[in-house]
């Protein structure tokens, strides 16, 4: 039990969720993938533009990365030398990281989704692409949205 | 956009059609319509001829398909960017005239394609008999040979699900008059053959069907399978020896790619001008026309269609009729066109957005990059793409607005001092272990994000607020003043309360007591006026009221500005991280190598992904929140009758 009131652990662990939202956005990249191949075989040619739409669910692994970079960065982890939190402070950190960790998995699954639809649609019409993108933004600015609060409070949090 | 008629005689119609191209201004629209209008049929008829055009597609795809056949055959390297050549009217003539064998040419090629594919399928065929063939390699009774004067021989395949000595001790039992032999088995299947007496050859087939035996018959086949198998490898080396015969041909037909190219693009000019004939209405010795030109190309046209003496009429739309759109705007503006038209073209009643959205989408794009480097690299790669390969239509619009975006991403870079990130600082530490950084003009977003946020914000505001004086112009151009003050004005004076309100103490003391009245009064404002459409006075008021909840969509429409921070945060932070991951080494040369390896991919990476986000959320802001605010699309494109062809573009002399 020790190990949950020492607040390095809880900063650290708060990177780590941070970090998960790759989950969602390995899972979104996957599915927009999988679709997207399925176009490329009946036209090679789209392969540029089913690229970016499948590259779009893979920002949300990027802000988590972000996040979690900032926490450790800021906990001095990085540096080599962790300065010492208290539990409140590591809980603080953990509780920052939320945002983005848990919206970033669920919003990267559907904007890979969205995503794959999207290739679809330009399976059919190619000139649509652009359609197709505000499409899958749209789903990603909540990510966005969870981003800048996670960085909000990390960002508030005095080490 | 001007409605144009024409009516003029029927000997300088081709003419008069040619010159029409060459200009490049005019859409002659269908006039289907008119067909069915009884006023008018009783003295027109529909020009055109349908055979021609049919004809001439015909021979067009025919000619893909030789250029395709001549590309896969052609080992030339291809340039990043396939565009057009130029060539002047006179030299496409004349190349055209020199090469009249052009078409023979392309003839050969389709011959010595469709021999080639006709080996092909021969091939396949053999290569399956061969197949079919080789278990029977070592069966060594001619093939056609299948009784004697008493005797049955029959071959075939059976499932190796059992035994093959059960079965032989089986079938045994049932005759002792039959030889069963195994000629081959491989992993599925056992090859027999038996020989029996001919009247118990239905008995015996009996007995092998329950163990799933196939009988196999090689009728046409004399000889035995050894044989027919060096037989037909014979012929697939002969089969494969004519094949590079042929292919040897088409490579030797390589060359004359270019004028098959001609040919081409001829064919296409020909077969557009005998398809615009179909938007025509005739009589016996006249032509009838009806289009669009744009105002700017009046004069031209006017002395193309004086010169041939046609009787034409110009004049504006009428009130609410559609028309095809051209958008028409500086040449800064004008490539973010492509922007627009990725969303949807302007209805005829609707204004081009371009012009407003352009400076924002430039300014957008920049923000969420950010960075010297980035933008550099962007803008200097456009602007050699362009200068090198010369692009056409939509892909030159896209490069320039990547060239111009680049220049804005460099822009906010120094405003925020961000070179590759912090890549400079880096490399100082890692080489001399000095402390240098590049001193941001403005402010540094990691370390004011907060700043940086309420700007976002203030931008945001501004982008919208354009957006709704932008609706205000076309109410009050519409003749509807009222409109534009209740609907734009008294909304600019309750976002612009409540901000004050909120937020007004920070910037000026004691503003939000005018923020709280402004906010009051145009509440009361918007209360009073947003249900006016309404009868009687209770749903007015209703209405009104319900109407304040729209504040939640511009709140959210602003909220959403919060992006240019957070994408421009993403931008920078990736870029420390591979910093970080560079500088891991140390100062030794093994760790400068991996500083400078860690630097190109991380870089690349970062620019790939953030450029690609950069320009959708870009877009998204300009599609969503501005367009929102007062742009409908759904305009038909204004499409002229000109030279579409394919690999040279055809210019005009100056004489």
């Known amino acids: 039990m020790n190990i949950l009131t020492n607040g390095n652990f809880l900063a650290i662990l708060g990177a780590s969720v941070a970090a998960l939202a790759g989950i969602g956005s390995a899972i979104g990249v996957g599915i927009a993938g999988s679709a997207a191949a399925g176009v490329v075989a009946e036209d090679p040619k789209k392969f540029g533009s089913t690229l970016i739409l499948q590259a779009l669910p893979g920002t949300q692994g990027i802000y988590g990365l972000l996040i979690a970079f900032i926490i450790l960065n800021k906990i001095g982890l990085l540096g080599g030398s962790m300065t010492e939190l208290t539990a409140a402070q590591g809980g603080f950190f953990l509780a920052a990281a939320l945002p983005i960790g848990i919206v970033g998995i669920i919003s990267a699954i559907h904007q890979g989704k969205v995503a794959a639809t999207g290739i679809m649609l330009v399976g059919k019409r190619p000139e649509e692409i652009a359609k197709a993108m505000v499409y899958a933004a749209m789903v990603e600015t909540y990510a966005v949205l969870a981003l800048l609060i996670s960085f909000l409070m990390i960002n508030g949090i005095a080490v | 956009m001007n409605k144009i008629n024409i009516i003029g005689l029927d000997s300088i119609k081709t003419e008069l059609i040619k010159k029409i191209m060459d200009l490049g201004v005019v859409e002659i629209s269908s006039q289907d319509t008119k067909l069915t209008d009884s006023e008018w049929i009783t003295y027109v008829k529909k020009d055109g001829n349908e055979n021609v055009v049919f004809n001439l597609d015909v021979k067009i795809s025919q000619i893909n398909e030789v250029l395709n056949t001549l590309e896969m055959y052609d080992t030339s390297k291809r340039p990043l960017f396939s565009t057009r050549k130029t060539i002047s009217s006179s030299e496409f003539i004349k190349a055209l005239e020199e090469n009249d064998s052009v078409s023979e040419d392309a003839a050969k090629v389709l011959e010595l394609n469709k021999s080639l594919n006709e080996l092909c399928s ?76 001919t009247e118990e050859k239905e008995d015996i087939l009996e007995f092998l069907k329950q163990y799933g035996f196939s009988a196999v018959t090689f009728k046409e086949l004399s000889g035995t399978a050894a044989e027919n198998i060096i037989q037909y490898e014979n012929s697939l080396k002969e089969i494969s020896a004519k094949k590079e015969t042929i292919d040897n041909s088409i490579t030797e037909l390589v060359s004359f790619k270019e004028e098959i190219q001609l040919y081409h693009d001829q064919l296409i000019i020909e077969r557009d001008k005998n398809k615009i004939l179909n938007n025509m209405l005739k009589t016996d010795t006249t032509f009838y026309i009806e289009g669009w030109i744009p105002e700017v190309s009046k004069e031209n046209v006017q002395g193309v269609l004086d010169e041939y003496e046609c009787w034409y009429d ?185 901000a004050l309100w909120l937020f007004g103490n920070i910037i000026i003391p004691g503003s939000d007591i005018v923020g709280r009245w402004m906010t009051i009064v145009f509440g009361i404002g918007l209360v009073l006026t947003q249900g006016r459409a309404k009868t009687n006075v209770i749903s007015k008021l209703v209405s009104g009221v319900l109407s304040l909840y729209d504040i939640t969509g511009y709140l959210s429409d602003i909220l959403s500005y919060s992006r240019l921070l957070a994408l421009g945060l993403a931008t920078g932070v990736v870029s420390s991280v591979v910093s970080i991951l560079g500088s891991m080494g140390g100062r030794n040369i093994l760790g400068i190598l991996l500083f400078v390896v860690a630097m190109a991919i991380g870089h690349s990476f970062n620019f790939a992904i953030n450029a690609l986000g950069a320009f959708v959320h870009a877009a998204r802001l300009q599609y969503v929140e501005f367009f929102g605010k007062f742009y409908e699309g759904g305009g038909e494109a204004f499409n002229p009758l000109i030279k579409k062809t394919k690999y040279y573009k055809i210019i005009k002399e100056d004489i």
Not at chain 2, 125 to 131: N, P, S, V
Not at chain 2, 414 to 426: E, L, N, P, T
């Open chain 2, 122 to 197: 021969e091939q396949n065929k053999i290569e399956a008999a061969i197949l079919s063939l080789k278990p029977w390699s070592r069966y060594d009774i001619p093939l056609n040979m299948t009784e004697t004067k008493n005797t049955s021989i029959i071959i075939g395949a059976i499932p190796n699900i059992i035994e093959i000595d059960e079965i032989k001790s089986r079938l045994l039992q049932t005759t002792d008059r039959c030889f069963m032999n195994l000629i081959d088995n491989d992993k599925d299947q056992y090859y027999c053959s038996f020989i029996c007496l």
């Open chain 2, 314 to 498: 110009i004049k504006q739309p009428e009130e609410g009729e559609e028309f095809p759109v051209l958008m028409n705007n500086n040449s800064f503006v004008q490539p973010f066109e492509a922007i627009t038209e990725l969303y949807s073209l302007p209805s005829s009643s609707n204004i081009d957005p371009t012009v407003f959205m352009a400076p924002f989408y430039c300014i957008f794009f920049g923000l969420m990059l950010a960075d010297i480097g980035y933008g550099a690299v962007m803008s200097i790669l456009c602007f050699l793409v362009l200068k090198k390969f010369k692009p056409e239509g939509g892909m030159q619009k896209l490069l320039k607005v990547f060239f111009y975006c680049g220049i804005s991403t460099a822009f906010w870079g120094v405003m925020f001092g961000s070179m590759f990130g912090d890549a400079i600082s880096a490399a100082a530490k890692l080489l001399f272990n000095s402390d240098f950084t590049i001193k941001p003009l403005w402010l540094n977003p990691m370390e004011e994000p907060m700043t940086l946020l309420i700007f976002s914000f203030i931008f945001g505001v501004i982008h919208l607020f354009t957006g709704m004086a932008v609706n205000a112009y076309m109410l009050i151009r519409d003749g509807r003043k009222l409109d534009a003050v209740f609907d734009i004005g008294f909304w600019y004076g309750f976002i612009i309360g409540i």
